[in-house]
């Protein structure tokens, strides 16, 4: 049985610092010489954290999502009525994704164990939208739509955003691409 990683609060920083690089920059060209050059740590440090670079990143991957999902879920707590909850969880995806430059979503996409990452967070995502439009026609706040085949709509676009298809019929970034469509749930509800 594996011993448990200690989280300390340099391995946090060196995490943070670690989704920065990514974020910016990609992956897919970073070497691990380079990735302790650019964190200003050995290569040893990095070992401690993951046994290769793609576990690595992996785990980089995990840390961003896991934050950002708190982060949009936190947002919900000012949102009023479904509309409102529906347009802030989508907005709020957006904002998350925003850092995200071209070349780390083309990254993501091509690499089979973070690319796995973005695909589960995109499901659990998919599947809290349908969450919420069930709970807003239940609650009589949007028209007698079905809301598992919207909601199927809903998550139908977010797979296609997150597989890069969006980005490459419409040009519009993740983050863009979630707005428009808050916009569309929104407003067609």
């Known amino acids: 049985m594996a011993t448990p990683v200690r989280i300390t609060a340099r391995r946090m920083a060196l995490f943070d610092e670690l ?4 974020l910016d920059e990609g992956f897919a060209h ?5 990735l302790a050059a650019r964190l200003h740590c050995s290569k040893s440090t990095l070992y401690r954290l993951a046994d290769s670079k793609e ?5 980089a991957t995990v840390h961003f999502f896991r934050a950002a999902t708190e982060q949009i879920e936190a947002s919900l707590s000012g949102a009023v009525g479904a509309r409102d909850r529906i347009r802030t969880y989508l907005e ?3 904002e998350q994704l925003r850092p995200a430059s071209a070349q780390f979503m083309e990254d993501l996409a091509g690499d089979s164990a973070a690319g796995e990452v973005y695909e589960r967070n995109t499901r659990w995502a998919a599947r809290r939208v349908q969450q919420l439009i069930t709970e807003g026609v239940e609650a009589g706040e949007l028209r007698d739509a079905h809301a598992a085949f919207v909601g ?4 139908a676009a977010m797979v296609r955003i997150q597989q890069r298809q969006v980005a490459a019929s419409t040009g519009l970034g993740d983050a863009a691409a979630y707005q428009e469509l808050a916009i569309l749930l929104t407003r067609g509800l």
């Open 92 to 94: 709020a995806v957006g």
């Open 55 to 59: 576990q690595l990143v992996r785990a």
């Open 30 to 34: 970073l070497t691990l010489d380079d």
């Open 152 to 155: 199927d709509i809903a998550a």
């Open 19 to 22: 989704v920065a690089l990514i």
